[in-house]
């Protein structure tokens, strides 16, 4: 069945860095577009950042630009997120979701937690 | 960046009930309008895409409606795997996509 499970989440410092994968399953990974969300604990859910299914088109969310980086390896339906200089406000569960051809969120992971904290 | 409101921010109602979850939008996003499900622990589970067509695998009891700026999503009789946090979703101008900031559907 279509499935997406993320992983590499864990306790980091400020400033620290992490990178996250998400492994898809179930769906020709190559022809989806790709998200990343996250949701602090208690809160609602944002958006961080989008790959087209070439990885010619890249978004980011303000709060993220220039410090994560997205990427993904078609060859093994692998969706990463590279997060640097993390902050106490990135503590969250991040999910990768996969986008639909109408650009809505269809298919999600359950997440994985990453808290930034010294 | 287009704001989403959702009201209530908590609904409390009993099994069996019709529930009626709002969403507004700060600017229009025509049809383009999700709505999520999400359980304690669990992934968010899409309901409702182009503010009206259920999702696969999603009961009758579950309608969307509306356009523009305003937006609802009624449960018609509530079942107890029904109560849940509730998101509405714009996908007409992203970046970046935005999300209200949920309501939760609890027992009475």
């Known amino acids: 069945q279509v499935q997406l499970v993320e992983s590499g989440g864990g306790l980091v410092k400020p400033g620290g860095s992490l990178r996250l994968s998400c492994a898809a399953s179930g769906f020709t990974f190559s022809d989806s577009y790709m998200s990343w969300i996250r949701q602090a604990p208690g809160k609602g859910l944002q958006w961080v950042s989008y790959?087209?299914?070439?990885?010619?088109?890249?978004y980011y969310a303000d709060s993220v630009k220039g410090r994560f980086t997205i990427s993904r390896d078609n060859a093994k339906n692998s969706l990463y997120l590279q997060m640097n200089s993390l902050r106490p406000e990135d503590t969250a569960v991040y999910s990768c979701a996969r986008v639909s051809f109408d650009y809505y969120m269809d298919v999600w992971g359950k997440g994985t937690t990453v808290t930034v904290s010294s | 960046e287009i704001v989403m409101t959702q009201s209530p921010a908590t609904l409390s109602e009993s099994p069996g009930e019709r529930a009626t979850l709002s969403c507004r939008a700060s600017?229009?996003?025509?049809?383009?309008l999700a709505w999520y499900q999400q359980k304690p622990g669990q992934a968010p589970r899409l309901l409702i895409y182009?503010?009206?067509t259920r999702a696969t695998g999603i009961p009758p009891r579950f309608s969307g409606s509306g356009s523009g700026t305003e937006f609802t999503l009624t449960i018609s009789s509530l079942q107890s795997e029904d109560f849940a946090v509730y998101y509405c979703?714009?996908?007409?101008?992203?970046?970046?996509?935005?999300f209200g900031q949920g309501t939760k559907v609890e027992i009475k």
């Open positions: 790959i087209s299914r070439s990885g010619s088109a890249i």
């Open positions: 979703q714009q996908y007409n101008n992203w970046p970046p996509w935005t």
């Open positions: 182009g503010a009206s």
């Open positions: 600017q229009s996003v025509s049809s383009n």
